[in-house]
């Protein structure tokens, strides 16, 4: 029978909600459990696929193609059961389907209300996400609720998980508050009053927590636990500090040493072997131990809100502990790049340009992949980076002088990127622009697999087969491929079944390291394994360094 530790957050939100629910759930599976995370998001949207990368940060793309909220990258970096497209769901989503229901005459007639039907279908939605009842199960599946208590939005949430442990039965299910208590400085004093009043909040609402996660920029003395323990009905032991640390691989040592999952294990009455936490140990150590540094140029247009590149950046410190180097990333907006300054970038050991929607930019992003190529500087393209490679490489190499993206050029005589739709026709006659597509529905989105060309850089990193997740609408045009190849550039894998183009680069002796991908790496990189693109990356990238300024690489 799967047991649930739901997770609240109170007084303010950003304070790490999921990295703690990610830590609690990484403690437990080291404890031979099999766990699971669920992310409720108690928004509109029905999914996060069509918010601002600015207001919302990074999309996360499952293998099973959802798009979703960020914490489920944090999810599959802590934890190994890998996230579905159950595992989150929105505000939107829950109507969505009630009112669907509703229209079908599902509900015979009744009045539909928030509560029992919208409570009822949040309690459905959950069990989905733990596979609840089925051989698939997990035995903990850790639940975390998106916003804050007293928000008028996340009601609903909170009334329907009541239910739902109340459903359950005795010790099936756990609650975990994670609060705030901030320092003030004029009065030297940690205060604890807006978490007496946010579990007050929550137990008005017939919640009582059985631990609090306390967010402080410090240990929280014992005598304000005490406080806070009287003062809330949890027991002292269950009133846990969780400070600022240095890297986010620090809270599951955190939490356990100050017996979070051991008091959960008691609470669901979990008999399990204890927690074995060396993985983590020696994943801090290597982050604290670096042998060197790496400079690398990362040249996008969501760069004032490094949510935006969570995975991406991420994957880049993986590959760093693996290369036992520490990766230094200067964010450079591609707006303000141009011919006229580009060499700014000469400093750097490697270049990056991630994914991307719109035209904003993109000139400057095409800039960045002509200096890398020109320059022989290492250069990574991701998804909208392989696209201005390729633009970039027909316009100054194959003599495409107008060469483009149909995405930032509708009209444009060469359109060496555009929607399948547009290039179909083997005379590589042009059709119209699918203007009547559903935002979010023409997406190539999840888990795709292509075939790898032998010899290739490409075939040295993944070998025969790539299967990497995707999230995008245009493809390089199969109609400029034999252009493209006849003037140098390598096609260095296709999908399996469309033939669709998934890498491209440059050859090996033209140029150290130029590749660019359709798909998104970024979202399958561990800290454990790293992930053998942003491996070969960095590595690239110190190769680059010994090369052009040995004093530091050999320091
Ligand atoms: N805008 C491009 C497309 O839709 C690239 C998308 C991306 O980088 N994720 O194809």
């Not at 998106?146 to 005795?170: C, H, K, N, Y």
């Not at 894998?493 to 970024?522: K, N, S």
Request: glycine share 8%; with cysteine.
């Amino acid at each position: 029978m799967t047991k649930f530790v739901f997770v609240t957050g109170g007084v303010v939100s950003s304070l790490g909600k999921g990295i703690a629910s990610a830590s609690l759930a990484a403690i437990l599976e080291s404890r031979g459990l099999k766990v699971t995370l669920i992310k409720l998001d108690p928004y509109l949207n029905v999914d996060p696929g069509t918010m601002s990368p600015f207001q919302h940060g990074e999309v996360f793309v499952t293998n099973d193609g959802a798009e979703t909220d960020l914490d489920l990258g944090h999810y599959e970096r802590f934890i190994e059961t890998r996230m579905k497209k159950a595992n989150n769901f929105t505000t939107g989503q829950i109507y969505k389907s009630v009112l669907e229901k509703e229209r079908r005459g599902d509900y015979l007639g009744k009045t539909v209300q928030v509560i029992p039907h919208v409570t009822n279908e949040i309690q459905d939605f959950i069990k989905r996400g733990a596979d609840f009842g089925t051989p698939e199960a997990v035995d903990v599946a850790i639940v975390e609720i998106g916003g804050t208590v007293g928000d008028i939005e996340s009601l609903p949430f909170l009334e329907a998980v009541r239910q739902l442990s109340l459903r359950l039965g005795p010790n099936q299910a756990a609650f975990v508050h994670l609060t705030y208590v901030p320092w003030i400085a004029a009065a030297g004093e940690l205060k604890t009053k807006p978490t007496q009043h946010t579990v007050q909040k929550l137990r008005e609402i017939g919640i009582q927590p059985d631990a609090l996660l306390c967010r402080a920029d410090r240990y929280i003395p014992d005598d304000e636990r005490e406080k806070i323990s009287l003062f809330t009905n949890v027991a002292q032991w269950g009133v846990i500090s969780m400070p600022d640390v240095d890297t986010i691989y620090k809270v599951p040592r955190v939490l356990h040493e100050q017996g979070l999952d051991g008091l959960i294990c008691d609470k669901l009455r979990l008999n399990t072997p204890p927690a074995n936490l060396k993985r983590w140990d020696d994943l801090v150590f290597e982050t604290e131990h670096p042998k060197g540094d790496v400079a690398i140029a990362m040249v996008g247009k969501y760069v004032e809100l490094s949510d935006s590149y969570k995975s991406l950046n991420e994957a880049l410190r993986h590959a760093g502990m693996k290369n036992h180097v520490h990766v230094n990333i200067s964010y450079i907006d591609s707006e303000t790049l141009s011919p006229d300054n580009v060499a700014q970038l000469a400093k750097f050991d490697a270049i990056l340009v991630p994914g991307g929607f719109g035209v904003r930019g993109v000139e400057g992003k095409i800039c960045a992949a002509r200096f890398a190529r020109e320059n022989k500087i290492p250069y990574l393209g991701i998804c909208l980076g392989m696209q201005v490679a390729t633009i970039e490489f027909a316009r100054h190499v194959a003599g495409l002088k107008d060469a483009n993206s149909t995405e930032f050029a509708p009209d444009c005589p060469n359109p060496v990127i555009a929607l399948i739709t547009e290039w179909k026709d083997a005379d590589g006659s042009i059709k119209l622009r699918n203007e009547d597509s559903d935002l979010g529905g023409t997406m190539r989105l999840g888990a795709q697999s292509s075939d790898v060309v032998k010899g290739t850089l490409a075939h040295k990193i993944y070998g025969n087969v790539v299967t990497e997740r995707h999230r995008h609408r245009f493809e390089a045009n199969v109609n400029y491929l034999e252009t493209l190849r006849q003037a140098g550039l390598v096609i260095s894998a296709l999908t399996q079944r469309e033939h669709l183009t998934e890498i491209v680069e440059l050859p090996q002796d033209v140029h150290p390291w130029f590749i660019g991908v359709q798909f998104h790496p970024e979202f399958k990189s561990t800290p454990w394994a790293g992930h053998p693109l942003f491996n070969a990356f960095i590595r690239a990238a110190l190769d680059q360094q010994i090369a052009t300024t040995p004093e530091k690489a050999l320091a």
